[in-house]
T-cell receptor
Framework: DAGVIQSPRHEVTEMGQEVTLRCKPISGHNSLFWYRQTMMRGLELLIY????????DSGMPEDRFSAKMPNASFSTLKIQPSEPRDSAVYFC????????????FGQGTRLTVV | DAKTTQPPSMDCAEGRAANLPCNHSTISGNEYVYWYRQIHSQGPQYIIH???NNETNEMASLIITEDRKSSTLILPHATLRDTAVYYCIVRVQNNAGNMLTFGGGTRLMVKP
């Protein structure tokens, strides 16, 4: 398996633009997580899905952030409009729901908003 | 999820055992201890987890105290490639697709 695939790996955009980050989870995994990592705040959980349904989005910073999972093999995290303080590395992770299962992380998308 | 406390940083000589401590004094009976690590510029990587008993796999050993209030991750023969931030997490294991909440972790520096 190729693992969790995120795209793009790097994104540089201007303030005010819409940004869409993409994630393909590992086939057969039915839980998906979006994290954000900065030097100041470390790794923060933004939202997680179970069987394509958002279970907890309490970590989403504000209404500018939205996440969707239209099917079991694809998820997006959208920021509209983007701001410089959104600059961070965004990670997607997936796991099987069930006992004794670990999460697998993608390589992340490094977002820079200028 | 219960809160964990880890030292912010540790050094270890290459080839020696690295022992990374974690305190989780408020852990509940059904909460597992998980360890992940993050090598620079990569996503976090699962290492090991346990509930009550000590666990060992090809990467590391996990020693959990009898009262479960603390644990130690052991890398038996640390290499330079083990330099990373190590996260200790406690969470409930159930079928609801539970979350992983990361703390500050321990930055392990393996030195030649």
């Amino acid at each position: 398996d190729a693992g969790v695939i995120q795209s793009p790996r790097h994104e540089v955009t201007e303030m005010g633009q819409e940004v869409t980050l993409r994630c393909k989870p590992i086939s057969g995994h039915n839980s998906l997580f979006w994290y954000r990592q900065t030097m100041m705040r470390g790794l923060e959980l933004l939202i997680y899905f179970n069987n394509n349904v958002p279970i907890d989005d309490s970590g989403m910073p504000e209404d500018r952030f939205s996440a969707k999972m239209p099917n079991a093999s694809f998820s997006t995290l959208k920021i509209q409009p983007s701001e410089p303080r959104d600059s961070a590395v965004y990670f997607c992770a997936s796991k099987k729901t069930g006992m004794n299962t670990e999460a697998f992380f993608g390589q992340g998308t490094r977002l820079t908003v200028v | 999820d219960a809160k964990t406390t880890q030292p912010p940083s540790m050094d270890c000589a290459e080839g020696r055992a690295a022992n990374l401590p974690c305190n989780h004094s408020t852990i509940s009976g059904n909460e597992y201890v998980y360890w992940y690590r993050q090598i620079h510029s990569q996503g976090p990587q699962y290492i090991i987890h346990g509930l009550k008993n000590n666990e060992t796999n090809e990467m590391a050993s996990l020693i959990i105290t009898e009262d479960r209030k603390s644990s130690t991750l052991i890398l038996p023969h640390a290499t330079l490639r083990d330099t990373a931030v190590y996260y200790c997490i406690v969470r409930v294991q159930n079928n609801a697709g539970n979350m992983l909440t990361f703390g500050g972790g321990t930055r392990l520096m393996v030195k030649p």
